[in-house]
Protein backbone atom coordinates (compact mmCIF):
# COMPACT_ATOMS: atom_id res chain seq x y z
CA UNK A 1 0.00 0.00 0.00
CA UNK A 2 1.09 3.93 -1.00
CA UNK A 3 0.48 5.84 1.67
CA UNK A 4 1.22 9.69 0.99
CA UNK A 5 1.15 11.61 4.74
CA UNK A 6 0.56 15.18 4.73
CA UNK A 7 1.97 17.87 7.31
CA UNK A 8 2.39 21.40 8.06
CA UNK A 9 0.46 24.22 9.14
CA UNK A 10 0.50 23.14 12.63
CA UNK A 11 2.68 22.43 15.49
CA UNK A 12 2.76 18.53 16.09
CA UNK A 13 5.72 16.55 18.21
CA UNK A 14 7.86 15.10 14.70
CA UNK A 15 9.66 12.46 16.27
CA UNK A 16 6.47 10.89 17.62
CA UNK A 17 4.53 11.30 14.17
CA UNK A 18 7.62 9.75 12.19
CA UNK A 19 7.81 6.74 15.17
CA UNK A 20 3.97 6.56 14.14
CA UNK A 21 4.31 6.84 10.20
CA UNK A 22 6.90 3.81 10.25
CA UNK A 23 4.40 1.66 12.37
CA UNK A 24 1.79 2.28 9.01
CA UNK A 25 1.11 -1.06 6.98
CA UNK A 26 2.93 0.49 3.84
CA UNK A 27 5.46 2.43 1.89
CA UNK A 28 4.43 5.69 3.36
CA UNK A 29 6.01 9.06 1.33
CA UNK A 30 6.05 12.13 3.78
CA UNK A 31 5.24 15.78 2.34
CA UNK A 32 5.01 19.08 4.15
CA UNK A 33 3.15 21.84 2.68
CA UNK A 34 3.55 23.98 0.55
CA UNK A 35 5.09 21.00 -1.37
CA UNK A 36 1.87 18.73 -0.34
CA UNK A 37 0.04 20.86 -2.66
CA UNK A 38 0.24 18.42 -5.46
CA UNK A 39 -2.49 17.60 -8.28
CA UNK A 40 -4.14 14.84 -9.40
CA UNK A 41 -1.44 13.08 -11.61
CA UNK A 42 0.95 12.74 -8.54
CA UNK A 43 -1.75 11.86 -6.22
CA UNK A 44 -2.81 8.80 -8.93
CA UNK A 45 0.73 7.26 -7.39
CA UNK A 46 -1.22 7.11 -3.56
CA UNK A 47 -3.80 4.14 -2.45
CA UNK A 48 -4.09 6.19 0.59
CA UNK A 49 -3.78 10.12 1.64
CA UNK A 50 -3.21 10.64 5.49
CA UNK A 51 -3.86 13.89 6.20
CA UNK A 52 -2.36 15.38 9.58
CA UNK A 53 -2.33 18.92 8.58
CA UNK A 54 -4.01 22.29 9.19
CA UNK A 55 -2.75 24.39 6.19
CA UNK A 56 -5.31 27.66 4.98
CA UNK A 57 -6.09 29.06 8.62
CA UNK A 58 -3.34 30.75 10.02
CA UNK A 59 -2.28 33.66 10.27
CA UNK A 60 -5.18 34.42 8.18
CA UNK A 61 -7.44 31.88 6.02
CA UNK A 62 -6.52 31.76 2.84
CA UNK A 63 -7.94 29.74 -0.16
CA UNK A 64 -6.77 26.46 -1.49
CA UNK A 65 -4.81 26.23 -4.55
CA UNK A 66 -6.55 24.56 -7.83
CA UNK A 67 -4.13 21.73 -7.70
CA UNK A 68 -6.04 20.61 -4.29
CA UNK A 69 -9.11 21.22 -5.03
CA UNK A 70 -8.97 18.78 -8.25
CA UNK A 71 -7.69 16.15 -6.18
CA UNK A 72 -10.90 16.81 -4.13
CA UNK A 73 -13.20 17.25 -7.04
CA UNK A 74 -11.81 14.06 -8.63
CA UNK A 75 -11.88 11.54 -5.73
CA UNK A 76 -15.66 10.37 -6.40
CA UNK A 77 -14.59 8.97 -9.63
CA UNK A 78 -10.66 7.88 -8.89
CA UNK A 79 -11.56 6.59 -5.69
CA UNK A 80 -8.50 7.66 -3.85
CA UNK A 81 -8.79 6.98 -0.15
CA UNK A 82 -8.70 9.35 2.88
CA UNK A 83 -7.58 9.27 6.51
CA UNK A 84 -8.43 12.59 8.03
CA UNK A 85 -6.77 13.00 11.79
CA UNK A 86 -7.00 15.20 14.60
CA UNK A 87 -6.94 19.10 13.72
CA UNK A 88 -6.95 18.37 9.77
CA UNK A 89 -10.62 18.40 10.00
CA UNK A 90 -9.83 22.50 11.06
CA UNK A 91 -8.04 22.43 7.28
CA UNK A 92 -9.41 25.36 4.49
CA UNK A 93 -11.15 27.31 7.02
CA UNK A 94 -12.70 28.73 3.83
CA UNK A 95 -13.13 25.89 1.68
CA UNK A 96 -16.43 24.62 2.01
CA UNK A 97 -16.39 21.35 0.34
CA UNK A 98 -13.82 19.91 2.18
CA UNK A 99 -16.15 20.31 5.50
CA UNK A 100 -18.67 18.73 3.49
CA UNK A 101 -16.16 15.74 1.98
CA UNK A 102 -14.71 15.27 5.34
CA UNK A 103 -18.30 15.00 7.03
CA UNK A 104 -17.82 17.98 9.60
CA UNK A 105 -16.26 21.61 10.43
CA UNK A 106 -14.24 23.31 12.50
CA UNK A 107 -15.00 27.00 12.59
CA UNK A 108 -11.76 29.64 14.05
CA UNK A 109 -14.64 32.32 14.00
CA UNK A 110 -18.26 32.12 14.27
CA UNK A 111 -19.61 31.51 10.67
CA UNK A 112 -22.49 29.49 8.27
CA UNK A 113 -22.37 25.96 8.36
CA UNK A 114 -25.35 24.97 5.62
CA UNK A 115 -26.84 28.09 5.87
CA UNK A 116 -26.97 28.57 9.53
CA UNK A 117 -25.42 30.78 11.90
CA UNK A 118 -22.48 28.95 14.28
CA UNK A 119 -20.52 29.91 17.22
CA UNK A 120 -17.10 29.66 16.49
CA UNK A 121 -15.62 26.16 17.73
CA UNK A 122 -14.26 25.11 21.16
CA UNK A 123 -11.00 23.08 22.24
CA UNK A 124 -10.13 21.55 25.18
CA UNK A 125 -6.30 20.01 25.51
CA UNK A 126 -5.27 16.45 27.67
CA UNK A 127 -8.92 15.13 28.03
CA UNK A 128 -9.39 11.67 30.11
CA UNK A 129 -11.69 9.96 27.58
CA UNK A 130 -12.99 6.78 27.36
CA UNK A 131 -14.03 6.13 23.63
CA UNK A 132 -16.16 3.22 22.65
CA UNK A 133 -16.63 1.44 19.77
CA UNK A 134 -20.39 2.04 18.18
CA UNK A 135 -20.31 -0.01 15.15
CA UNK A 136 -17.88 -3.79 15.92
CA UNK A 137 -18.75 -5.14 12.69
CA UNK A 138 -17.04 -2.28 10.33
CA UNK A 139 -13.55 -3.01 9.33
CA UNK A 140 -12.24 -0.18 10.96
CA UNK A 141 -12.44 -1.11 14.30
CA UNK A 142 -11.38 -5.08 13.58
CA UNK A 143 -9.22 -6.37 16.40
CA UNK A 144 -9.79 -3.69 18.47
CA UNK A 145 -11.17 -3.74 22.10
CA UNK A 146 -14.64 -2.22 22.72
CA UNK A 147 -13.58 0.39 25.05
CA UNK A 148 -10.14 2.94 24.58
CA UNK A 149 -8.78 4.48 27.05
CA UNK A 150 -6.84 7.81 25.87
CA UNK A 151 -6.28 11.43 27.20
CA UNK A 152 -6.27 13.24 24.39
CA UNK A 153 -7.24 16.67 22.91
CA UNK A 154 -11.39 17.39 22.41
CA UNK A 155 -13.39 19.17 19.81
CA UNK A 156 -17.08 21.32 20.29
CA UNK A 157 -17.39 21.32 16.41
CA UNK A 158 -19.70 20.68 13.87
CA UNK A 159 -20.35 17.41 12.84
CA UNK A 160 -22.22 16.10 10.34
CA UNK A 161 -23.99 13.28 11.74
CA UNK A 162 -26.99 12.96 9.40
CA UNK A 163 -23.46 12.36 6.43
CA UNK A 164 -21.48 9.68 8.40
CA UNK A 165 -21.42 6.39 9.19
CA UNK A 166 -20.45 6.33 13.20
CA UNK A 167 -17.67 4.53 14.60
CA UNK A 168 -16.33 5.83 17.59
CA UNK A 169 -18.23 7.72 20.69
CA UNK A 170 -16.28 9.79 23.72
CA UNK A 171 -17.65 9.66 27.44
CA UNK A 172 -15.96 13.29 27.33
CA UNK A 173 -18.44 16.27 28.23
CA UNK A 174 -19.00 18.27 24.54
CA UNK A 175 -20.05 21.33 26.33
CA UNK A 176 -19.03 24.93 26.32
CA UNK A 177 -18.41 25.05 30.33
CA UNK A 178 -15.26 22.54 29.56
CA UNK A 179 -13.80 23.74 26.52
CA UNK A 180 -12.12 27.12 25.44
CA UNK A 181 -13.13 29.77 22.64
CA UNK A 182 -11.27 29.54 19.51
CA UNK A 183 -12.05 32.82 18.54
CA UNK A 184 -10.23 34.20 21.63
CA UNK A 185 -7.73 32.10 21.52
CA UNK A 186 -6.73 33.63 17.97
CA UNK A 187 -7.21 37.04 19.39
CA UNK A 188 -4.74 36.23 22.16
CA UNK A 189 -6.59 35.45 24.54
CA UNK A 190 -5.53 31.88 25.03
CA UNK A 191 -7.90 29.28 27.05
CA UNK A 192 -10.64 31.55 27.67
CA UNK A 193 -14.52 31.39 27.14
CA UNK A 194 -16.20 34.42 28.83
CA UNK A 195 -18.29 35.73 26.77
CA UNK A 196 -18.55 32.57 24.75
CA UNK A 197 -22.01 30.63 23.66
CA UNK A 198 -21.78 27.34 22.12
CA UNK A 199 -24.77 24.28 22.77
CA UNK A 200 -23.16 20.63 23.59
CA UNK A 201 -21.86 19.04 20.99
CA UNK A 202 -21.67 15.67 19.42
CA UNK A 203 -19.87 12.52 20.87
CA UNK A 204 -19.02 11.33 17.70
CA UNK A 205 -15.01 11.22 17.22
CA UNK A 206 -14.86 8.54 14.60
CA UNK A 207 -16.83 8.00 11.52
CA UNK A 208 -16.56 6.98 7.99
CA UNK A 209 -17.97 7.94 4.76
CA UNK A 210 -18.40 7.76 1.09
CA UNK A 211 -18.34 10.54 -1.65
CA UNK A 212 -18.51 8.62 -4.77
CA UNK A 213 -16.04 5.50 -4.91
CA UNK A 214 -13.77 7.18 -2.43
CA UNK A 215 -13.85 6.27 1.42
CA UNK A 216 -12.81 8.11 4.33
CA UNK A 217 -11.87 8.04 7.91
CA UNK A 218 -12.04 10.55 10.31
CA UNK A 219 -10.26 9.91 13.52
CA UNK A 220 -10.15 12.93 16.08
CA UNK A 221 -8.02 11.50 18.93
CA UNK A 222 -4.64 12.18 17.71
CA UNK A 223 -3.16 14.92 19.49
CA UNK A 224 -0.24 13.55 21.52
CA UNK A 225 2.69 11.23 21.15
CA UNK A 226 1.15 9.12 23.35
CA UNK A 227 -1.89 8.50 21.44
CA UNK A 228 0.33 8.43 18.42
CA UNK A 229 2.25 5.71 19.93
CA UNK A 230 -0.79 3.69 22.06
CA UNK A 231 -1.14 0.32 19.61
CA UNK A 232 -4.67 0.36 19.85
CA UNK A 233 -4.70 3.73 18.30
CA UNK A 234 -1.89 2.55 15.62
CA UNK A 235 -4.28 -0.47 14.76
CA UNK A 236 -7.26 1.69 14.17
CA UNK A 237 -5.31 4.05 11.86
CA UNK A 238 -3.69 0.81 10.30
CA UNK A 239 -7.34 -0.35 9.79
CA UNK A 240 -8.90 2.50 8.56
CA UNK A 241 -6.19 3.10 5.55
CA UNK A 242 -6.87 0.17 4.68
CA UNK A 243 -10.48 0.48 4.33
CA UNK A 244 -10.21 3.83 2.34
CA UNK A 245 -7.67 1.91 -0.07
CA UNK A 246 -10.14 -0.71 -1.09
CA UNK A 247 -7.40 -3.57 0.57
CA UNK A 248 -9.96 -4.64 2.78
Same mark, same amino acid.
Given at each position: ????AITGGHSFDRTAFADFAESLPGEVTWLEHPDAEIGPDQLA???ASLHYDMPGTLPEPYEPPDALRACLRDAPRTGHGYVVL?? #?IASWATWDEWAEFVGGRYL????TVRGAERPDSGYRHAVAQRISVVDGEHPVVACLPTQLDLVDETYLCEVFEDSVTPLLRTDAPMTEDVHFSTALAMSGRRDE? #??WHHE??????GWSRTNGRSRLVYLQPGDTAATLGDPHYRTLVANALTWVARRR
Open positions: MRILDFDHH #AYRPGR #AGPGSSLV
